[in-house]
């Protein structure tokens, strides 16, 4: 008796030849955009994210509700920021290969974003490291948050969504107007830093807003860690809260940028662009502030010039990594350009409903400029 033949198997139709297609072409797609943007991404499914996610040992996830486990981090006087410090930093000392920058963990498979980055160490010159070890300056926090791409920096309040940014000089096409614009954010700001007020309130980034609080500077034997917990405003296109931790190892003398990020976007896909553009936009502002850092340390530059982040100082030094640094230059680039229709994914995501729109505290989260706190040490500037 002959054995039975194996059947043809079916032939796959044209729409499960063009699926395969289209997730062929997407995989391609995802490992050129990590080579361009230098991120390690490591994404996990749900049932291992918690448990072999970087900081899962500190963050607890919490899948009914993302946004809570990285405002639960910041809990009891920042211990558990210092224990996810202690546990990420090792990823930050990577070496630098094929261009890499950073770090990512994040959540796949879900409609809803988790995820944890780490950008790799960039050392502090020797003119800024009194500055960094001072646990009572919020300046090298406020430098960094300057130069988000394309900029960004503290504003008096959110605007509508149908008003300009307060420092978009493209708004204005009288110069005299657009001088009165970035002069007068300008001295928002140096108020702002002058005080030393914890990084707090309305922060513009870019076309778009977040809600800073829970601001904290913590210090053990090893690091000085600042922080501040950043919550979507409506005049925003993600949707949720991130953890922002800038590091100063005193060891090496080296700082670098740490995120926990968690949230939920009623507006089909942003979720899984967020998990995946956070480190490129994290990355680059953090590169960005260690390049600027060497060349001001150089021209022997004051630290205030790094802070005031207004839109043509941002992108003058735009300019500048794009001749001395080309690969941060194309990445800052890059991450900019996810700003451009941000303002129309706003709109967009405020007629989908919207989850987090402000700060945990509301306004009680604003630091007033009127405030009696300590004054920084000149020298240490």
């Known amino acids: 008796m002959q054995p039975e033949q194996p059947k043809d198997p079916k032939p796959p139709t044209i729409r499960e030849i063009a699926r395969r297609n289209s997730l062929f072409y997407l995989q391609v797609s995802l490992y050129q955009f990590d080579l361009a943007t230098g991120i390690k991404i490591r994404s996990y499914q749900r049932d291992r994210f918690h448990t072999a996610s970087l900081g899962s040992s500190v963050i607890k996830w919490n899948y009914d509700n993302p946004e809570q486990a990285v405002r639960d981090l910041t809990a009891n006087n920042g211990e558990k920021v210092m224990e996810f410090v202690k546990e990420a930093t090792p990823y930050s000392k990577e070496s630098n290969k094929l261009g890499a920058s950073g ?199 004051n630290v205030p010039e790094l802070t005031t982040g207004v839109t043509g100082i941002a992108w003058s030094q735009s300019l500048q990594l794009l001749r001395d640094n080309p690969a941060l230059g194309i990445r800052r680039g890059l991450a900019s350009g996810f700003d451009v229709g941000s303002r129309l994914m706003a709109m967009v995501r405020q007629g989908a409903g919207m989850n987090v729109v402000d700060s945990p505290g509301g306004d009680d989260d604003l630091v007033e400029i009127s405030v009696t706190v300590d004054p920084v040490d000149e020298s240490d500037m």
């Open 103 to 301: 770090f990512t963990d994040c959540l796949s498979g879900e409609k809803f974003h988790m995820y944890t980055h780490v950008s790799n160490a960039v050392p502090v010159p020797t003119l800024f490291q009194p500055l960094f070890g001072n646990t009572r300056s919020w300046m090298p926090l406020r430098g960094l948050l300057s130069v988000f791409p394309p900029s960004g920096g503290e504003v008096p309040q959110v605007p509508r969504i149908s008003q300009p940014v307060i420092d978009d000089s493209s708004a204005n096409s009288d110069l005299s107007k657009e001088f009165e614009h970035d002069k007068a954010l300008v001295e928002y700001r140096q108020k702002r830093w002058a005080e030393n007020v914890p990084v707090s309130g309305p922060i513009a980034l870019g076309n778009v807003f977040v809600k800073a609080s829970q601001g904290n500077i913590v210090e053990n034997d090893l690091y000085v860690v600042r922080y501040s917990l950043m919550s979507t405003s409506d005049v925003h296109a993600l949707d949720g809260e991130a953890l922002w931790m800038q590091v100063y190892d005193k060891r090496d003398k080296t700082t670098s940028f740490m995120a926990v990020g968690g949230g939920r976007n009623n507006v089909w896909g942003i979720d899984k662009l967020n998990n995946r553009t956070a480190g490129l936009v994290f990355s680059t502002m953090h590169h960005t502030f260690g390049a600027l850092m060497g060349a001001f340390a150089k021209s022997n530059k």
